[in-house]
């Protein structure tokens, strides 16, 4: 661990905070009721529209192999177009529609959102817009890290909120196995120690796979600790139709708790907000928190609140989904008004019944042709 660049360590803070109750309006009402109420939408199982994930680019400078496989995203695959990505412009129009309608969280994603031209005017243009009680919205993001050394103060200085970093090892031949590429842990720590001292709050998310890089559980747990960094872990997962995702390969987010809690003990936390997608728990020494994202073995459709849009301008209701519910960029390039750009949203969202992790067990093995992670974000 001596060739790991040291990160910024200091005391996080682990008490328990309290859950922010929604209270989510029935499909049935209005836009404006809802906004003159200040609750957002809801879709036909109550759930809010809280969250909007923007994919910003299709591209990546890694192939992580549960995300794009070398073997479908090599030099012959046909990434999109610039013309066909929604611009700068674009995106800022529709976030604003999404604001006026209840969300109060938007996060960058990709593909590696750092790989997009522009991306700290496009958080600068994003931190300004306020929701209808005149809040900042939180502007996130997640990024491989790879890039973000260079980037990391510029990103806080445009009015980022906090960043999430993919990091499956430490061990270096791990990590290339994962990532598929000859890209170095020491990168994506030396942009995470950036990040922290530009002050943007930091969340690593490990991917665990069975067999691969499950031995690496307890030494991400223990770098981590002390950092003020919550490690979250999280489970393999069946995105896209090209992973050749297994169960086997799921190592259950009870057993790593397991795991370190024989170690380290853990206590529980409450989720901090609600449609939170990590239950937490803290190290009982005080040394920090870890995360777990049981996407595989405890689902959370019931609380989803998460909707997002492609690269393309296309609305997807759920991370697994296979078709789109809305497209926003041909409304955008026909000359349509920010109200019938709405009401588009708010039609995808109000029929929204999405619960593919609920009946994963069902539909499986059902002939499916889901979209990639890296066309709407993770
Ligand atoms: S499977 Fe779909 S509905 Fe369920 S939590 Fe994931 S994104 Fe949300």
């Given amino acids: 661990m001596s060739n790991l660049p040291a990160l910024v360590t200091y005391m996080h803070d682990v008490i328990p905070i309290q859950s922010i109750s929604s209270s989510p309006v029935s499909s049935g009402e209005s836009v404006q009721r809802s906004l ?11 759930r809010p529209m809280q969250d909007l994930r923007i994919s910003v680019t299709d591209r ?17 695959h046909a990434f999109l177009p610039r013309s066909e990505l929604l611009t700068l412009e674009e ?49 996130a993001m997640t990024s491989n890290g790879v890039l973000l050394e260079a980037r990391a103060q510029a990103l806080k200085n445009a009015g980022l909120s906090r960043i999430t970093v993919s990091l499956d090892a430490l061990d270096e031949a791990i990590f290339q196995r994962m990532s598929d590429s000859h890209a170095s842990v020491n990168s994506v720590l030396a942009g995470i120690a950036a990040a922290q001292r530009a002050g943007l709050p930091v969340k690593i998310n490990m991917v665990v796979k069975r067999g691969v890089n ?30 050749g995702w297994v169960m086997d390969e799921v ?13 380290y003990p853990l206590v529980p936390l409450v989720a901090s907000c609600t449609g939170e ?53 041909a409304l955008l390039r026909g000359g349509r008004s920010d109200e019938d750009i709405g009401h ?14 609920e009946i994963r067990n069902e539909v499986a093995r059902l002939p499916r042709n889901k979209i990639e992670m890296s066309y709407i974000g993770g």
């Avoid at 003159?36 to 109550?46: E, F, K, N, T």
């Avoid at 960094?229 to 139709?241: N, P, T």
């Avoid at 190592?251 to 170690?263: L, Q, T, Y």
Wanted: with cysteine; aromatic share 8%; proline share 2%.
């Fill in 36 to 46: 003159m109420h200040g609750v957002v939408l809801s879709d036909a199982m109550r």
């Fill in 344 to 357: 588009a949203i708010e039609n995808c969202w109000q029929n929204r019944t999405d619960r593919y992790s």
């Fill in 251 to 263: 190592v259950p987010a009870r057993e790593i708790v397991e795991m370190i809690s024989a170690r």
């Fill in 60 to 76: 990546c400078n890694l192939r992580c192999t549960y995300c794009m496989p070398r073997e479908i995203f090599d030099q012959n």
């Fill in 214 to 243: 499950d031995g690496e559980i307890m030494r991400m747990a223990e770098y981590f600790r002390n950092t003020g960094i919550v490690l979250r872990f999280v489970e393999y997962m069946d995105v896209g139709s090209t992973n």
């Fill in 277 to 329: 997608v990590a239950s937490r728990w803290a190290y009982a020494d005080g040394a920090g928190e870890i995360g777990q994202i049981a996407s595989v073995t405890q689902v959370f459709c019931h609380e989803c609140t998460r909707i997002r849009l492609s690269t393309d301008g296309k609305l997807y209701t759920c991370l697994f989904a296979e078709q789109s519910n809305a497209d926003l960029r």
């Fill in 91 to 139: 995106i800022v129009r529709v976030a604003a529609s999404f604001v006026r309608l209840g969300v109060r969280k938007i996060r960058l994603t990709g593909g590696e959102p750092l790989m997009r031209r522009g991306i700290e005017q496009l958080v600068e243009k994003l931190s300004a817009l306020r929701t209808n009680t005149g809040d900042a919205v939180d502007i």
